[in-house]
């Protein structure tokens, strides 16, 4: 059974740069990949960019320019930066296992982030 | 990158069968036989119940059944039963490896 488990701060300033990371649990890290969705509140899911298990990125050409997605396979973990937020950057962020088969299988807890100056 | 275009809303009564589309373009939907179908109960994460357009995972009732026919996928949810209601989305391979989600129907239980 994977568990994903997700921290990071939860309230920012318009400008600053989100941080994320989550730690997996019960599944090799290796020969994977991880991914990070996001939600606004009351809105439908985003796909913010995913990163493999050899640890090359993409990302949603929306998002490609603000984005980071890391991975510490040492320590089991990935992380997200996304630069820049501005008020719609606020949302509920979720790391994934996934894409597995082209979907997303296993999901964290989800981190509330509002971007609010 | 467009999102794919869902209905808002269904609804149904409890053991009839309802269906939600998804209507993307030749580059994500019509363009891949990949499309995943995700439930989501208020506050919680999205659940995975359909991948690869048809294939339930492990643990996911045999009443939920995917199809396609051009650039649209539909999710067909049949006996439908209270614990239902909740919030769908549809997801596509779009390429260069990227996904994109649908804009999510709510499914009322009557």
């Known amino acids: 059974q994977v568990q994903l488990q997700q921290w990071g701060a939860g309230l920012l300033k318009p400008s600053e740069t989100l941080s994320l990371t989550c730690a997996v649990y019960g599944a090799s890290f290796s020969g994977k990949y991880w991914s990070w969705i996001r939600q606004p509140p009351g809105k439908g899911l985003e796909w913010i960019g995913e990163i493999t298990h050899s640890g090359i990125p993409n990302y949603n050409p929306s998002l490609k320019s603000r984005v980071t997605i890391s991975v510490d396979m040492s320590k089991n973990q990935f992380s997200l930066k996304l630069s820049s937020v501005t008020a719609a950057d606020s949302a509920m962020y979720y790391c994934?296992?996934?894409?597995?088969?082209?979907?997303?299988?296993?999901w964290g807890q989800g981190t509330l982030v509002t971007v609010s100056s | 990158q467009s999102a794919l275009t869902q209905p808002a809303s269904v609804s149904g009564s409890p053991g009839q069968s309802i269906t939600i589309s998804c209507t993307g373009t030749?580059?994500?939907?019509?363009?891949?036989?990949?499309v995943s179908w995700y439930q989501q109960h208020p506050g919680k994460a999205p659940k995975l119940i359909l991948f690869?357009?048809?294939k339930r995972p492990s643990g996911i009732s045999y009443r939920f059944s995917g199809s396609k026919s051009g650039n649209t996928a539909s999710l067909t949810i049949s006996g439908l039963q209270a614990e239902d209601e909740a919030d769908y989305y549809c997801?596509?391979?779009?390429?260069?490896?990227?996904?994109?989600f649908g804009t999510g129907t709510k499914v009322t239980v009557l």
């Open positions: 997801c596509s391979y779009a390429g260069y490896s990227t996904y994109v």
């Open positions: 690869q357009g048809t």
């Open positions: 994934v296992r996934g894409p597995v088969d082209n979907s997303f299988h296993d």
């Open positions: 030749s580059s994500d939907v019509g363009g891949y036989d990949l």
